[in-house]
């Protein structure tokens, strides 16, 4: 008969107490899998790059770690707002000049010039009354025309300069250093999940995963439009998390809140028309809305401050056919702007001339989460090794004391196998035996239990941090070579958890020490017939 059947059938002698030792060895190995793994992909995933695909923020002067984690993750109050006109100088030229086109000085601006055109033609020149429309400055200007009979289009040049002073068709600041530019407007909540006004470019454009190779899918639907027949400004896709959670359909209307959870119910109602397919992102537990439907909202206009100019033309929210129009850019802000540069070492240049001037503050994602990991999360996390590794080693006592309280009812047991001719290494090495089977055992359902509690728990993780963690996730690997004091290019990765094997074998070995030594001093004729 072998050592190790003699050492099983001496544990299964004594069925209860081997099987309490076993799981006291196996709930410490379980939380220390548990640990390891959940906090492990939690800190990958929020550390990874790629997994974002935008690899800077653009938001208002302020705390970085809060913008980071108001735009990224929807887990904190937005800062303040920056200027709409700003967000614009990180777009191509074509796209500010289109967007300049929407506002209430390019609307005065043409009205006044259709105006005086018809004027002039019907007064033979003479600007009549139109000019009494105008401020002082365009006044005057008009009598000097009038009296100087100057040519039209210089008087023009004059009105376009005072009432339009845009800058058509030049490079925009910031777009050289920019490839993918989303808006965010923040503030509107939907239960307690953060409503974002954002561009269809969320889920047309943007990437995430590594090499930021993934595309957000729909389980259901499509992406909302930026005007669409059927709902004109008013269309929203809701994430996974939120689909589930307030059992969401396509179809269906929903009314953010403005400012809080529990705040005023919006009177406009978005239709969801697409519900994303969960993905483990922060995206997950977002209600994402067209960013026109969002300004329209009650209260989410800017209040227009007059200069010197008064607009000639007041900004209407219907067209002559009744479609809404949307709202003016003077009216606008943005809480914050994602951006994927052009190439990685653009964000250096760019965060340093951004952070440089008044009207903004730039943050680079990963590096503010991973300040928050190093200052918050790890020294967390190693007080959690530290307990659960403190569990295993009371277990691997536990161990000892069985042991070694059963070595008095063994003793004839044990001089019964020296007299059948076994030596005393033999019965020391059955007992090491023992403590090895009940510690790696032990370890082995721990380890399957960890598993499964990561699988059981990952929903819950997934719905309040986005990460999902599945049964067969490990955590995360370090260089093995590093640890046994090798070279630093040298590299042999292996998961945290696989050194739990070498750990429990010497654990194992130290607590059954002690009892295989008593076996061994064990007294052949004191024992035999006791």
């Given at each position: 008969m072998s050592n190790w059947l003699i050492a099983w059938r001496s544990i299964q002698q004594r069925k209860l107490p081997s099987i309490l030792t076993a799981l006291s060895m196996a709930m410490g190995v379980m939380l220390i899998v548990a640990v390891l793994t959940i906090l492990g992909?939690?800190?990958?995933?929020?550390?990874?790059k790629s997994s974002l695909g935008y690899n800077m923020l653009i938001g208002a002067k302020g705390g970085s770690l809060q913008l980071t984690l108001n735009s990224v993750y929807y887990l904190s109050?937005?800062?303040?707002?920056?200027?709409?006109?700003?967000?614009?100088?990180?777009?191509?030229?074509?796209?500010?000049?289109?967007?300049?086109?929407?506002?209430?000085?390019?609307?005065?601006?043409?009205?006044?010039?259709?105006?005086?055109?018809?004027?002039?033609?019907?007064?033979?020149?003479?600007?009549?009354?139109?000019?009494?429309?105008?401020?002082?400055?365009?006044?005057?200007?008009?009598?000097?025309?009038?009296?100087k009979q100057w040519d039209y289009s210089e008087f023009f040049q004059q009105l376009e300069n005072k009432i339009l002073p845009i800058e058509v068709g030049r490079k925009t600041k910031y777009h050289g250093y920019t490839g993918i530019t989303i808006p965010l407007c923040l503030g509107d909540y939907f239960g307690r999940f953060r409503v974002v006004g954002t561009t269809p470019a969320m889920f047309d454009s943007l990437r995430f995963g590594k090499n930021a190779s993934k595309e957000f899918r729909f389980s259901e639907g499509r992406n909302f439009q930026t005007?669409?027949?059927?709902?004109?400004?008013?269309?929203?896709?809701?994430?996974?998390?939120?689909?589930?959670?307030h059992n969401l359909q396509v179809g269906q209307e929903i009314a953010p809140s403005h400012g809080a959870a529990d705040g005023d119910v919006h009177a406009k109602k978005f239709t969801v028309v697409g519900?994303?397919?969960?993905?483990?992102?922060?995206?997950?537990?977002?209600?994402?809305?067209?960013?026109?439907?969002?300004?329209?909202?009650?209260?989410?206009?800017?209040?227009?401050?007059?200069?010197?100019?008064?607009?000639?033309?007041?900004?209407?929210?219907?067209?002559?056919?009744?479609?809404?129009?949307?709202?003016?850019?003077?009216?606008?802000?943005?809480?914050?702007?994602?951006?994927?540069?052009?190439?990685?070492?653009?964000?250096?240049?760019?965060e340093n001339l951004v952070n440089e001037g008044n009207e903004a503050q730039a943050a680079?994602?990963?590096?503010?989460?991973?300040?928050?990991?190093?200052?918050?999360?790890?020294?967390?996390?190693v007080l959690m090794l530290f307990l659960t590794t403190m569990i295993c080693v009371v277990s691997g006592i536990s161990i000892l004391v069985s042991i070694y309280n059963s070595m008095s009812e063994r003793r004839n047991e044990i001089a019964v196998m020296r007299?059948?001719?076994?030596?005393?290494?033999?019965?020391?090495?059955?007992?090491?035996?023992?403590?090895?089977?009940?510690?790696?055992?032990?370890?082995?359902?721990?380890?399957?239990?960890?598993?499964?509690?990561?699988?059981?728990?990952?929903?819950?993780?997934?719905?309040?941090?986005?990460?999902?963690?599945?049964?067969?996730?490990?955590?995360?690997?370090?260089?093995?070579?590093a640890l046994l004091g090798s070279q630093p290019t040298m590299k042999f990765e292996l998961s945290m958890e696989f050194l739990l094997i070498p750990a429990l074998v010497l654990l194992a070995a130290i607590v059954g020490f002690w009892p295989a030594v008593e076996a061994y001093r064990t007294d052949v004729a004191k024992s035999l017939g006791k």
């Open positions: 992909v939690v800190e990958d995933s929020f550390r990874n109050e937005p800062i303040e707002n920056i200027p709409y006109d700003y967000y614009l100088e990180y777009l191509s030229p074509e796209q500010r000049d289109a967007e300049y086109g929407n506002s209430i000085q390019g609307y005065a601006y043409d009205a006044t010039w259709q105006t005086l055109q018809a004027d002039a033609a019907l007064t033979g020149g003479g600007f009549g009354g139109t000019a009494a429309l105008l401020d002082g400055f365009i006044l005057e200007a008009a009598k000097q025309a009038t009296a005007w669409s027949e059927d709902h004109g400004f008013y269309e929203a896709v809701v994430g996974a998390t939120v689909a589930r959670e519900i994303l397919a969960s993905s483990g992102t922060p995206q997950d537990r977002g209600v994402f809305i067209n960013m026109e439907g969002f300004y329209l909202m009650e209260n989410h206009a800017k209040p227009i401050t007059r200069g010197e100019i008064q607009p000639l033309t007041e900004f209407e929210e219907t067209d002559a056919s009744g479609r809404t129009l949307p709202l003016p850019i003077e009216q606008r802000e943005v809480t914050a702007v994602l951006l994927r540069t052009r190439e990685v070492i653009h964000a250096v240049f760019l680079l994602p990963v590096a503010e989460i991973r300040k928050l990991f190093d200052l918050i999360v790890e020294p967390i996390r007299a059948l001719g076994a030596g005393r290494w033999t019965v020391g090495c059955i007992v090491l035996l023992e403590s090895l089977i009940l510690a790696c055992g032990g370890g082995t359902c721990g380890w399957l239990f960890g598993h499964t509690l990561n699988w059981g728990a990952g929903p819950y993780i997934e719905e309040f941090t986005g990460v999902s963690v599945g049964f067969f996730d490990f955590a995360p690997s370090i260089n093995v070579l």
